[in-house]
């Protein structure tokens, strides 16, 4: 059958976050769904889209009411393996925040790149 | 070909939970396979077994359900997402010491590794969001 | 290539301007739900690069009275014409 994809073990993920920390949970259920993804062997790169970049912003705390956050979660991403943090450039511009001050080392990508990352990765999700 | 459905939006509050179950009906009509559909974030409520909407509108449970009878589909519902929403089974409600539960079989309550397994055996993982 | 499916309308979110940034020049978008907002012909020339390759669920166009209004560049399918878009393309990507 046409445009059936062979699967390898360990096909690449994508999981693009477009939302930013404590304001919803998406944020931290993108991120759950792609901590265990690395747990279960896939290869999973993180690109942080328009609101997402504010994710990376250091000093982040617990939210109000005592609510977690993301900030505790982003730290674990060395330990599962997942190093690819990707944030894209017009974004950071648009928030005035540079890649060099985020919380976690992360390569800015232009809107030029964006095509070649849902190309090349045999899964992409969004939260 | 063998299909998943992420489904995240609950029913009712938008459309994603329709244009999903839509989705479902047409894929299987079209002679594939629907490995799963795994409900998370919101899409959760789409389990809620006391469930009731007018007799008149569409009953979301019941689809699904349906879906599962006809079809052999599992329904995963991410444990976590579920129980932070106040959707419990009966073992999740014995172990929390809740009275009474709200989420029963065909749906069965799982962990996020049964999503990241669908995505890596299926030809298709379509999201719906809300 | 790939199907882009979005949910929003152009009018109200800007997601829509997300899928276009990550899309390939085969790449499809489909319109479904509130997105269909974006068949309309005030609306549809923002996705103007997508000659041929915008897509409108019709029956949620027709849900909500706007298959009159709806630019004839646009591609119309049905339900079973979205699981034969997702057939042909190698993924899906979903913007909500």
Redesign the interface.
């Known amino acids: 059958m046409p445009n059936e994809k062979v699967q390898g073990v360990d096909g690449d993920l994508l999981v693009i976050l477009r939302h930013a920390p404590h304001g919803s949970s998406w944020l931290r259920e993108g991120l759950d769904a792609a901590l265990v993804a690395a747990a279960f062997g896939r290869r999973v790169t993180l690109l942080f889209m328009g609101e997402g970049v504010t994710a990376l912003v250091p000093g982040q705390a617990n939210g109000p009411l005592g609510q977690k956050g993301t900030a505790p979660t982003l730290e674990m991403l060395e330990m599962y393996d997942i190093d690819t943090l990707l944030v894209e450039a017009e974004a950071l511009v648009r928030f005035g925040l540079a890649v060099e001050g985020l919380m976690l080392p992360a390569r800015a990508v232009a809107a030029a790149e964006l095509p070649a990352l849902t190309a090349d990765h045999s899964l992409v999700l969004t939260f | 070909?063998r299909?998943a459905i992420?489904l995240?939006g609950a029913p009712y509050s938008?459309?994603?939970a329709h244009?999903a179950l839509?989705?479902a009906r047409?894929?299987v009509?079209?002679g594939?396979r629907l490995e799963g559909v795994f409900f998370?974030?919101d899409g959760v409520h789409n389990a809620a077994r006391l469930a009731t909407p007018p007799q008149d509108e569409p009953h979301l449970v019941d689809g699904w359900a349906a879906l599962a009878a006809e079809h052999g589909v599992p329904l995963q519902v991410c444990i976590?997402?579920a129980l932070r929403r106040g959707l419990l089974d009966e073992r999740e409600a014995a172990r929390h010491g809740k009275q009474g539960h709200s989420i029963e079989p065909p749906f069965e309550l799982t962990?996020?590794?049964q999503?990241?397994?669908l995505?890596?055996?299926c030809?298709?993982?379509?999201?719906?969001?809300? | 290539m790939l199907l882009h499916i979005l949910n929003r309308s152009p009018a109200t979110s800007e997601v829509y301007r997300q899928a276009l940034a990550a899309m390939g020049p085969a790449d499809r978008l489909l319109m479904i739900e509130d997105g269909v907002q974006g068949a309309l012909e005030s609306l549809a020339g923002r996705f103007g690069d997508l000659q041929g390759r915008l897509y409108v669920l019709e029956e949620d166009l027709a849900a909500r009275g706007l298959v009159p209004l709806s630019a004839d560049s646009v591609i119309r399918v049905d339900m079973e014409g979205f699981v034969t878009l997702t057939e042909e393309a190698q993924r899906t990507v979903s913007w909500y």
């Not at chain 2, 030809?123 to 809300?130: A, S």
């Open positions: 070909m299909y992420l995240m938008s459309q994603a244009s839509r989705f047409a894929l009509g079209r594939h998370y974030h976590a997402a962990g996020l590794g999503l990241v397994d995505g890596l055996h030809d298709r993982l379509v999201t719906f969001g809300p």
